[in-house]
């Protein structure tokens, strides 16, 4: 746990949004801890739902993260290694338990996604801002140069789709990914190189329009992530590269 959260909350680089991406990982398992305390009371079967899972945003890319693990690598929320007892099929108490997990999610990302909220059209803003614009036209000229042929950001990531799911061996499809995500790691540091200075301003503008609220979330969010910890027996954890 960092000794500063803001950035946890108020992500404005790839770097910072490992901590972000942690916190949201954190509010899966949390739902995934209270979905399985309530099927084993109930005695259902797991219902088939995503486990766990860091979520990145390509506005704010982990370029590190990127050049080593490739784009469309799904990383895991570490969790404790407890099966759940076979149960039997009742789709409507498993849709209970469901439930009952979201709320439990929703109430931990109560603490910081109203004003996270208010943060993400500042990295929009940036995103369109003519700087990143301009910066950005240089993508398709560096990723020439790895014999990656796209016209864009968009048209590279449909290329990594298409590639990533054209190959049947997950091992040749890892692989492809991972070179895709090199190449692209090392095209897109111009452009960050110009976005992040300009979200780190904005950022320090709305940590002072946001005073009160920053400060409130420092004091709070640390021991509430806590308090969940022990309430359900799962750990805060963060991808890294």
């Known amino acids: 746990m960092p000794r500063d959260i803001t950035a946890m ?11 972000t991406r942690g916190l949201d990982g954190f509010a899966q398992t949390l739902g995934h801890a209270r979905l399985r305390e309530c099927v084993q009371r109930q005695g259902v079967s797991f219902p088939d739902v995503p486990p766990p899972a860091y979520i990145g945003w390509s506005d704010l890319p982990d370029l590190e993260f990127i ?14 290694d407890s099966p759940v007892p076979a149960g039997r099929k009742d789709p409507e108490a498993q849709r209970r338990c469901e439930q009952d997990a979201r709320v439990v999610a929703k109430e931990f990302k109560d603490l910081y996604g109203p004003l996270q909220s208010q943060w993400w059209p500042e990295v929009s803003a940036v995103r369109d801002d003519p700087r990143s614009r301009e910066a950005l036209r240089g993508l398709p000229g560096c990723l ?11 048209g590279f990531f449909a290329l990594v789709d298409r590639t990533v799911q054209g190959i049947e061996d997950s091992a040749g499809a890892a692989r492809a990914d991972r070179g895709l995500g090199a190449a692209y790691s090392v095209c897109m540091a111009p452009v960050e190189a110009v976005r992040e200075p300009l979200l780190i301003r904005r950022r320090t ?21 806590r308090e969940f910890e ?10 890294v590269p």
Do not use: K, M
């Open 144 to 154: 020439d140069r790895y014999g990656i042929h796209v016209d864009g950001q968009e």
């Open 230 to 239: 022990r309430r359900y027996g799962v750990t805060f954890a963060q991808p």
């Open 67 to 80: 050049g080593r693990h490739g784009l469309t690598l799904n990383v895991p929320v570490p969790q404790a």
């Open 9 to 19: 909350v108020l992500p404005a680089t790839g770097a910072d949004t490992r901590l």
């Open 205 to 225: 503008a709305f940590q002072a329009s946001h005073r009160d609220e920053i400060a409130a979330l420092r004091r709070t969010l640390p021991s509430r992530i």
